[in-house]
């Protein structure tokens, strides 16, 4: 393939530069015991500038570059893993991004993706470990519980629904502040990379606002 321009060349390096980043983002989050926080709220950024800078068809070639190498990397099990959420979430919010729609739009699908995929992941992970993980991200929602009545001195015992259900509902609010994040992060450091999303809801004027 002849290259005849710089947007040419821009589109063959960029997808290759960024999907790596995100892949190896993606290896020392799966490997390194410390931060995990940090590393999964970059997670997603590289493929979504990817995605705003060089277009759509771009950042599928992005996704597929770092599911191969990951693929190579980590085995056919625990490099697709990337795709639930983050290689999913970041092509929904840089296509959202593009399409300039709103923040509850982006915001609310992308709380939807990440919480199949952290299902997704629990179910992958449990084949692997050979343990239903389920079982003790359900211990844990009860050891919540349990402080909680003993805090308030109230004699219950929870019943199994009941201890899954506040389970599920912590997952869910872990995407929502998660999402969220991304959304905030984005809008204050992608002007500086020559990128941008649309403005967030007035509602949360006050509380996106980072002054970088």
Request: proline letters at 6%; hydrophobic letters at 55%.
């Amino acid at each position: 393939m002849k290259i005849k321009n710089k947007k040419q060349a821009l589109n063959l390096i960029e997808p290759s530069y960024l999907a790596s980043l995100s892949a190896l983002i993606w290896i020392a989050l799966y490997y390194l015991p410390v931060g995990g926080a940090l590393l999964r709220l970059t997670l997603p950024l590289p493929l979504v500038i990817l995605q705003l800078r060089r277009g759509t068809k771009v950042a599928l070639e992005g996704i597929i570059i770092q599911l191969l190498l990951l693929i190579i990397l980590m085995g056919p099990i625990r490099g697709p893993l990337f795709l639930f959420p983050y290689g999913l979430l970041s092509f929904w919010l840089g296509w959202t991004w593009i399409k300039e729609k709103n923040w509850w739009y982006s915001w609310s699908l992308g709380i939807i993706i990440g919480t199949i995929g952290f299902f997704v992941r629990v179910f992958a992970l449990s084949i692997l470990v050979g343990e239903n993980l389920w079982i003790v991200i359900t211990r844990a929602s009860y050891g919540l519980i349990d402080k909680l009545l003993s805090v308030f001195n109230i004699s219950i015992f929870p019943s199994l629904l009941t201890v899954q259900i506040v389970a599920v509902l912590l997952i869910i609010f872990q995407e929502l502040v998660y999402v969220l994040t991304i959304h905030i992060i984005a809008y204050a450091v992608f002007p500086r990379l020559k990128s941008k999303i649309p403005e967030p809801p007035h509602i949360l004027n006050g509380f996106v606002d980072l002054n970088l």
